[in-house]
T-cell receptor, first 112, second 116 residues
Framework: KQEVTQIPAALSVPEGENLVLNCSFT??????LQWFRQDPGKGLTSLLL?????REQTSGRLNASLDKSSGRSTLYIAASQPGDSATYLC???????????FGQGTELSVKP | DGGITQSPKYLFRKEGQNVTLSCEQN?????MYWYRQDPGQGLRLIYY???????QKGDIAEGYSVSREKKESFPLTVTSAQKNPTAFYLC???????????????FGAGSRLTVL
């Protein structure tokens, strides 16, 4: 069964810390992996998409890495800010145009 | 102003009633999706449509129905057969094609349905 797991479910850090969010998937034959941000009561915003042939993607203070052999992806957030507080979800796609399989998300709180 | 519009934002339903959630997009995206989100859980796929006049069941289609008569619109009906419909419903679109951004999903703001 293809499953995506995110640990921890919640994380609280002081402002300025660098942090890592984890995503693991059971079937390593992925097509791509996406990271999303969700603010309370809102829709999802796409942050980064990593194709299966890529090792990492960067956007500003965000860096996502992909290790297919171990079935893992990490989202690194540098110099965290209170505005980064949100739930972060990863989702895996197994074929072109295929459906996404989502993890449960990590709720991040960055304290001033 | 391009994007996805979901309406209503909040909806209350009595047991036994059917309700329809609207999803309209002006992004000219080919594919459209409906997801359900429950507290502490990831998103689960209800239905999706790759092209007009065609749609497929997702993982939890029972008790739901959809139509795709126009490219811009993908309404979701929550029927009385859905036993636990209280949830947050999210509509998403995907451009289609094979270029690098073709698989990036864009989400609407969501509709929260509460059964009284």
């Amino acid at each position: 069964k293809q499953e995506v797991t995110q640990i921890p479910a919640a994380l609280s850090v002081p402002e300025g810390e660098n942090l890592v969010l984890n995503c693991s998937f059971t079937d390593s034959a992925i097509y791509n992996l996406q990271w999303f941000r969700q603010d309370p009561g809102k829709g999802l915003t796409s942050l980064l998409l990593i194709q299966s042939s890529q090792r990492e993607q960067t956007s500003g203070r965000l860096n996502a890495s992909l290790d297919k052999s171990s079935g893992r992806s990490t989202l690194y957030i540098a110099a965290s800010q209170p505005g980064d507080s949100a739930t972060y979800l990863c989702a895996v796609c197994y074929n072109q145009g295929g459906k996404l399989i989502f993890g449960q998300g990590t709720e991040l709180s960055v304290k001033p | 102003d391009g994007g996805i519009t979901q309406s209503p934002k909040y909806l209350f339903r009595k047991e036994g009633q059917n309700v329809t959630l609207s999803c309209e997009q002006n992004l000219n995206h080919d594919a459209m999706y409906w997801y359900r989100q429950d507290p502490g859980q990831g998103l689960r796929l209800i239905y999706y449509s790759q092209i007009v006049n065609d749609f497929q069941k997702g993982d939890i289609a029972e008790g739901y129905s959809v139509s795709r008569e126009k490219k811009e619109s993908f309404p979701l009906t929550v029927t009385s057969a859905q036993k636990n419909p209280t949830a947050f419903y999210l509509c998403a679109t995907r451009p289609g094609g094979t270029y690098s951004g073709a698989n990036v999903l864009t989400f609407g703001a969501g509709s929260r349905l509460t059964v009284l």
